[in-house]
C-alpha cells in the first residue's frame, strides 16, 4: 500500500511567520506535489517535483517554496504566513512521469493563518 | 472555459439508487482520467481510473469514457448514505500535471 504522510494535521500560524509542511512518502516514487484546496477552486497546484533537488512551479507558486533533498521528502515552504493563505494543503506522489501513473494523496494539513 | 468541469451538486439520489457523475475536459490530448472520492475534511482516495474507451466496472462503480465527446461519467449502482462525498474528476493530458474538476457533492438519502 502507498502511504503518503503529512507533518501535522491542524496548524495555526501567525502572519508573518515562516511555515514548514512536511510530506512523506514510502513509495520511491519519483513525483510530488504540493496542491492548496478551498471550497469552490478545488485542487490549485503549488509546485510539484519530479527528481531529487528539481522542482517545477505549478499554478499558483507565489509565496511558497520548495524543498526536496531526498527522494521521499517534499517540504512547502511558506516564507512568510499570510491570512490568504489559510487552507487545505494536499501533498500526492506517483509513481513516475507515465500519464497512467495514480496520483495517492496524503491526509492533508489544515493550516490557519492568524 | 475550466480544462475539467464537473457539476458542483448537491446530487442528491435516494438509497439504492443509481447515481450518475459526470465531467467534461477541453484537451483532446488527455490520456487518463481519474475518479477520486473525498469525505468532508478528509483527503481525496482513488475510486478508478480509465484510459480507454467504453466502459470499466468495478464492484457497484462503474467508469465509462467517451473521448470522442470528452465526457467520462461515474456510475455508482445501489448507492449507499456512506457514499456520500465529493467525487473529483481528474484529467492527465500526458504530463506529469494532474487537472481536477472542482468535484461533485453527493448526497445519498437514507
Known amino acids: 500500500d502507498v502511504k503518503v504522510t503529512q507533518s501535522s494535521r491542524y496548524l495555526v500560524k501567525r502572519t508573518g511567520e515562516k511555515v514548514f509542511l512536511e510530506c512523506v512518502q514510502d513509495?520511491?516514487?519519483?513525483?510530488m506535489f504540493w496542491y492548496r484546496q478551498d471550497p469552490g477552486l478545488g485542487l490549485r497546484l503549488i509546485y510539484f517535483?519530479?527528481?531529487?533537488?528539481?522542482?517545477e512551479k505549478g499554478d499558483i507558486p507565489e509565496g511558497y517554496s520548495v524543498s526536496r533533498e531526498k527522494k521521499e521528502r517534499f517540504s512547502l515552504i511558506l516564507e512568510s504566513a499570510s491570512t490568504n493563505q489559510t487552507s487545505m494543503y494536499l501533498c500526492?506522489?506517483?509513481?513516475?512521469?507515465?500519464?497512467?501513473?495514480?496520483?495517492?494523496f496524503g491526509p492533508g494539513t489544515r493550516l490557519t493563518v492568524l | 472555459q475550466k480544462e475539467v468541469e464537473q457539476n458542483s451538486g448537491p446530487l442528491s439520489v435516494p438509497e439504492g439508487a443509481i447515481a450518475s457523475l459526470n465531467c467534461t475536459y477541453s484537451?483532446?490530448?488527455?490520456?487518463?482520467f481519474f475518479w477520486y472520492r473525498q469525505y468532508s475534511g478528509k483527503s481525496p482516495e482513488l475510486i478508478m481510473s480509465?484510459?480507454?474507451?467504453g466502459d470499466k466496472e468495478d464492484g457497484r462503480f462503474t467508469a465509462q469514457l467517451n473521448k470522442a465527446s470528452q465526457y467520462v461519467s461515474l456510475l455508482i449502482r445501489d448507492s449507499q448514505p456512506s457514499d456520500s462525498a465529493t467525487y473529483l474528476c481528474?484529467?492527465?493530458?500526458?504530463?506529469?500535471?494532474?487537472?481536477f474538476g472542482t468535484g461533485t457533492r453527493l448526497k445519498v438519502l437514507a
Open positions: 500526492a506522489s506517483s509513481l513516475s512521469g507515465r500519464a497512467t501513473d495514480t496520483q495517492y
Open positions: 513509495m520511491d516514487h519519483e513525483n
Open positions: 517535483s519530479y527528481d531529487v533537488k528539481m522542482k
Open positions: 484537451d483532446r490530448v488527455s490520456q487518463s
Open positions: 480509465i484510459y480507454s474507451n
Open positions: 481528474a484529467v492527465n493530458p500526458g504530463t506529469y500535471k494532474y487537472i
